[in-house]
């Protein structure tokens, strides 16, 4: 084989290679990762998420004009959040439940339904249990980090937002 040839199959080999990793690298779409900033007064975006235990669709406005909601945005992976648990527990029974809708919201990520299923067996909750699958709701309502914690007054207007549980409610 001649020089030629030997340069012209390896810079070949070498470009079929290139086209090759080039065409099985996966594609990647563009994705908005700015989250978005609420803040006390702002109304409180709606959403709509089925329960994991009864399959009832649950909408936040459905409670507009009628009580108090407090969103409690969590993970199963998340050491802090499993703390919290007893101090909702208790944030709920001190409350009329004709005061306020507790819904806690598995943010989705990192977790699945039967993950869920299994901590709640272990750690249950006495509130709807809602999975926000691709974390929508998650980021329309800004959480940095969990728990987060968001509290909607009956006009549908954000009164607290936070890691803890709000200490000063007006309700």
Do not use: H
Request: with cysteine; aromatic share 10%; proline share 6%.
């Amino acid at each position: 084989m001649t020089r030629e040839k030997v340069l012209m199959l390896t810079v070949g080999v070498v470009v079929g290679l290139v086209a090759v990793t080039w065409l099985r690298t996966p594609s990647f779409k563009e994705i908005d990762l700015t989250l978005k900033t609420l803040k006390k007064g702002d109304a409180a975006p709606d959403f709509s998420l089925t329960s994991i235990f009864d399959g009832k669709r649950i909408t936040l406005s459905e409670f507009r004009n009628s009580k108090y909601v407090l969103l409690y945005f969590w993970a199963s992976w998340c050491p802090t959040c499993l703390e919290t648990r007893p101090q909702l527990e208790a944030f709920r029974k001190n409350t009329p439940s004709d005061r306020l809708e507790v819904l806690a919201i598995n943010i989705g990520d990192g977790d699945s339904i039967d993950s869920i299923k299994k901590l709640q067996m272990k750690y249950p909750l006495s509130v709807p249990v809602l999975f926000d699958e691709g974390s929508k709701v998650s980021r329309s309502y800004g959480v940095r980090g969990v728990p987060f914690f968001v509290l909607i007054d009956p006009e549908g207007k954000i009164v607290y937002q936070g890691n803890e549980l709000p200490k000063d409610r007006p309700i």
